[in-house]
């Protein structure tokens, strides 16, 4: 499903260039359950990025479902994160003045889902994700791990290929962290496909492939 | 086609969104849409009380005249086959046949007597006032001598028999007869017995000769020179109702009076020339330079409010960058960020140009329900010019258009600006 070939990164700040990436090279399936581990600053979230289509690889081959994403362009890249791509972020990214239950409805916005179906849809995902009787609720008004849920409904609703977290439970304490984990790998055995940046050293017992990132490139 | 609606519609359900945004900021939306409403609010009343002044000061000048050329008798001042200068030139009514048989432009055309100090008597009411012959039923049109209800003015019949039957002004209606219905009374003119045919409608006058015309009483031409006396006209009249081509009839009327008077056609002082359609021509395009003038006053009023709107734009761009960092990688396009904040920036114009557009429709309409007492020729005449402004349709679609335009672009480029957000960076920004 993802084909990762040689992949490069570079960023030119002006001064410097700092290369993330440096030739890497990966392949996930449907249904894999990937946990990506490494050191701050090995190029983790340069990756996520770019298989997550809000970037572009400095060079190399990127196939998403058979299809060479160097050759779309900005609408078509913006149309794939939202029905193939489901993103989940450390720092939760919901947009604070929208109740749980718009910012699940977004992504369905983008995608021009009409009225009735959306509330559907909205209303058995926040159930899903045991959020049935937040939906009103906004952002500051929930916790960390129900504002992840959230997060995680968001990136679900669109029903995607593949769902992207990057350090999912690095803001929350430990109990609700847990609780994370476990509702991705319901979603896991459920038949998703999930790639996780994680240092949560448990994340092994979970997932069943672990990709160990260092300096930019994948240790094998 | 499907496709089209469907973009549609998903922009309606993103313009639900867009507003509920739009209330996050709230205290700053206030004043830009305040800046716009008062920058509609100037243009419109600006150009309402400008088109009104325009209607009003050609109006007056109607009061005087529709389209009319007024000619007096002068004296010549160039010797002319052997005959000297300062030769009175003189008006009788075979001169108006003339003009009216030599000059097909001319449309209405009549001589006018003028007797000051007629005594005229209704019962015991005695009042003196000018008595005027006029010697064609023109001159109604051409003078706006227009009856009131149940009146009429001098017809044919009237003139050819010689018939004792006056038109009076309002004025003199007042005075003579009181609030009775004049219609039908016999009035004294110099001990002489008239009837009352007609009375004029209120009219506002802002040229005159020898004094407004609510004062008047006016008697056929022939009826005049038996009771005065006088064969010799005070003036002529005459009527252009195609204004380009009154100066090319002055010139003819020279050219032929010239011929019969005998005078050099050169000379400036034989004939006097009172131009009210010059008058007029020249109201008119005054007051379109005066529009023009308020127009680009008031839109510069409206451009200025609206770099406010762009400006709040930039800063809200700024201050939800990432937002919009989010709303891309959730799938919204550069497109859909850009509509947003096109959508928003129309909102604020168009809310604040209705707001604006509300307040001067009332404050029109207040001034307009101002009661006016009659339109005497007075003090408040200055009134009624100023008092009268007109909400046109002109005035609205062009305050839209100008509103709409000044909208799209305090919008168009701080929308550009937000879809040029790059995703990760913004997602990263504090
Ligand atoms: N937008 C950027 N511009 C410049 N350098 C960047 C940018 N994003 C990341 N980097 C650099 O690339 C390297 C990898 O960063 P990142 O992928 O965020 O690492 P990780 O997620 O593993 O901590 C780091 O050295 C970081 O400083
Ligand atoms: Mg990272």
Known sequence: MIKLENIRKVYSTGKVDVEALRGVNLHIKKGDFVTVIGPSGSGKSTLMHIMGCLDKPTAGRYQLNGQNIQHLNDNQ???????????????????????????????????????????????????????????????????????????????????????????????????????????????????????????????????????????????? | MAKKINELMKNLLLTRLFIRELKKERRKIFLTVAGIAWGTLTIILLLSFGQGLATQMLRGQKGLGNNIVILYGGQTSIEYRGLPQGRPVQFFEEDVELLENSIPEIDNIAGEYDAWGAVYKYGDKVVNERCRGVSSVGYEDMRSHFPQAGGRFINENDIKYRRRVVFIGWGLKKDLIGDEDAIGKMVFINNIPFTVIGVMQKKMQMGMYGGPDENVGVIPSSTYKGIFSRNRLSRIIYQVNDIDKSEFVNQQVQRVLARKKQFDPDDNNALHY????????????????????????????????????????????????REIGIKRAIGAKKATIKIQFIIEALLINLSGGFIGASIAYGIIKAVQSIPQEGADFGKNMAMQILANPEFSWTVAISTGTILGIVGLLSGYFPAKRAAAVDPITALHYE
């Open chain 1, 77 to 220: 890249l913006s149309e794939l994160r939202n029905r193939e791509i489901g993103f989940v972020f450390q720092n939760f990214n919901l947009l604070p003045y929208a109740s749980a239950y718009e910012n699940v409805e977004m992504p369905l916005l983008f995608a021009g889902v009409g009225g009735k179906k959306r509330k559907e849809k909205v209303e058995s995902i926040l159930k899903k994700v045991g959020l049935a009787d937040r939906m009103d609720h906004r952002p500051n008004e929930l916790s960390g791990g129900q504002k992840q849920r959230v997060a995680i409904a968001r990136a679900l609703v669109n029903d995607p290929n593949i769902i992207l977290a990057d350090e999912p439970t690095g803001n929350l304490d430990s109990t609700s962290g847990r609780e994370i984990m476990e509702l991705f790998v319901s979603l896991w055995e459920e038949g998703h496909t999930i790639v996780m940046i994680t240092h949560d050293p448990r994340a092994k017992d979970y997932t069943e492939k672990v990709v160990t990132i260092i300096d930019g490139l994948i240790e094998s």
């Open chain 2, 274 to 321: 009172w131009d009210v359609i010059k008058n007029t021509k020249m109201t008119r395009q005054a007051f379109t330079g005066i529009t023009i003038f308020l127009g680009v006053i008031g839109a510069m009023t409206l451009i200025i409010a609206s770099v406010g709107v762009a400006n709040i734009m930039y800063v809200t761009v700024k201050k939800r960058t």
